[in-house]
């Protein structure tokens, strides 16, 4: 009973951060209709210059955070205004190429900058050994408690924006017609490279969180394109269209990840993620939560 | 008010618009007829910005509307009615006619402007918070009408309003249009393929034959004309 409660703690903690990942994925999918597959890159590239502040400049924590999550927006705008726009009115597949050349080369010029050869490891915001109860020790520290309570905001600040604000309506009406929305005076351009800018701002801070939850995460290539993986199944168990969706996607991929890495064999995580993209694409490929699968011609 | 003048547009090889002048007065409905493929909605593309003709030039209360970018021709007044789904209907009803009125600033306009919409479209009110989705086609035309009037423009462009809809709800549409003329001398160009209802209310018209005005004169002219309508009109 205590192990299963402390893979739930686990798995939760996990799923937020695969929330997140997920939620980029679905704000840009929403805005531009690209599934972003340079997102894992975008945010190992943000996390690294967060490294190079905090462990070889020695900065705080929060003053890289910060830069981190800047330097995402920067990175994301400009790659939507730069990559993405000149391939718009081509063919989907285009834009799905020029984001894995932007994987490439951001893996790359991490390696350039960085290495290759080591990986690095990233202070965690808060301590890492887990609360206790009475002669136990939970799997759940308080840097867990803040990366939910991170991701919780930041979800929460994005609803906000995206259902109460006139930005975020705006944003919404590009999103579902940029036609029309542009006839109503909308700027369609700024407001998609925008939404690309948040994508990437958010995954900047899901990278700095998850480079603190175990040592030798930060490298150019390998954990944070297994990030990518679960961020993308969270999605896809969302429905890929649906914010909220993704959100609770993440939550239930982590619970499952957690709950079969300790339960039947923990040699082979990011296999599991591959088995419930599977099985969700093949039961319900619109996702759980979607609202476009009675779609009308 | 609105002048157009010679306005070649084309799709490649296909001229959609082939040389069209019209000049629309303030406070006139102008009806814009033709078949299938005249031209009708390529006008009003052309003249909102949204397509670029070759040759031509188009002006709007004097200003150049061919060097306006399209998401300007709306805060110049200019409201345009796209052709069938123009309402976005993954958004609410309320949240369609807020996008009508993005630029105006001043909150308490906007909600006089909302109130005012519900107003002259009660079956809108009952549903303000739905997804547009859940609406007929009429009321979504009557949506994509109200939002378009969120805007206050002082010229409105519909394109083919009646597409779909039952005798008794366009003629409702057409009731409204004829309303907002007389008691706030809005301009509107309708495009129209139901020649008859478009003439009841219109003060001029044009009739388009594959990209040029064939005929252009009053609207009563037009509809008294018993061989004109056999050969253009379809009445």
Do not use: C
């Not at chain 1, 996990?14 to 805005?31: C, D």
């Not at chain 1, 705080?60 to 990559?83: C, M, N, T």
């Not at chain 2, 423009?153 to 519909?158: Q, S, V």
């Amino acid at each position: 009973m205590f192990r299963f409660l402390n893979l739930t703690l686990n798995g939760v903690t996990n799923g937020m951060i695969y929330a997140a990942v997920a939620l980029a994925l679905v704000m840009i999918w929403r805005a531009t209709r690209i599934v972003n597959f340079a997102q894992g890159g975008m945010l190992m590239f943000t996390t690294f210059i967060a490294w190079d502040l905090a462990q070889v400049h020695h900065t705080s924590y929060w003053l890289a955070l910060v830069v981190a999550v800047a330097a995402g927006i920067v990175i994301g705008g400009l790659a939507e205004r730069l990559l993405v726009r000149p391939v718009e009115n081509g063919p989907p597949l285009n834009a799905v190429i020029v984001t894995l050349g932007l994987l490439i080369f951001l893996q790359a010029l991490a390696g350039m900058i960085w290495g290759n050869s080591q990986a690095h490891s990233y202070p965690p915001a808060f301590r890492f050994i887990g609360y206790k109860v009475g002669d136990h020790t939970l799997r759940f520290s308080p840097n867990d408690l803040f990366i939910v309570i991170s991701v919780l905001a930041v979800v929460i600040a994005l609803y906000l924006l995206f259902q109460r604000t006139s930005l975020g309506l705006q944003m919404r009406a590009s999103a579902f017609n940029p036609e029309v929305a542009r006839l109503l005076g909308v700027r369609v351009g700024r407001l998609l490279t925008l939404g690309w800018a948040l994508a990437a701002g958010l995954g900047a801070m899901v990278g700095v969180l998850v480079a603190g939850t175990s040592s030798g995460y930060v490298t150019p290539v390998g954990p944070f394109d297994a990030l990518l993986v679960y961020g993308f199944t969270a999605a896809v168990i969302g429905g890929l269209e649906s914010p909220g969706g993704a959100v609770v996607g993440g939550v239930v991929l982590g619970l499952i990840l957690s709950y079969a890495d300790s339960y039947i064999s923990n040699f082979i995580q990011t296999m599991y993620a591959f088995v419930v993209l599977i099985a969700v694409l093949m039961i319900r490929p619109n996702g759980l939560f979607s609202r476009t699968s009675e779609r009308r011609v | 008010m609105l002048k157009v003048e010679d306005v070649v547009t084309t799709y490649g090889a296909v001229r959609a618009l082939d040389g069209v002048s019209v000049t629309v007065e303030p406070g006139t409905i102008t009806a814009v007829l033709g078949a299938n493929g005249a031209g009708k909605t390529t006008l009003l593309r052309t003249i909102n910005g949204l397509v670029r003709p070759r040759e031509g030039r188009i002006s709007y209360e004097d200003r150049d509307l061919l060097r306006t970018h399209v998401d300007e021709v709306v805060r110049m007044g200019i409201a345009h009615v796209p052709e069938g789904r123009g309402v976005i209907t993954e958004l609410t009803v309320d949240e369609n006619l807020r996008l009508g009125a993005l630029w105006r600033s001043n909150r308490s306009e906007l909600q006089q402007s909302l109130t005012e919409m519900y107003e002259l479209f009660p079956p809108l009110a009952e549903r303000r918070n739905k997804p547009a989705d859940t609406l007929s086609g009429g009321e979504r035309q009557m949506l994509a009408i109200a939002r378009a009037l969120m805007s206050r423009p002082r010229l409105l462009l519909l394109d083919e309003p009646s597409l779909g809809l039952a005798p008794r709800i366009t003629g409702q549409i057409m009731a409204t249009l004829r309303r907002l003329r007389d008691e706030q001398s809005l301009t509107v160009v309708l495009v129209e393929q139901n020649a008859r209802s478009a003439l009841s209310v219109s003060d001029q018209a044009i009739v388009l034959n594959l990209g040029r005005v064939v005929v252009s004169g009053p609207a009563g002219d037009l509809a008294a004309d018993e061989k004109l309508r056999h050969a253009y009109l379809g009445f």
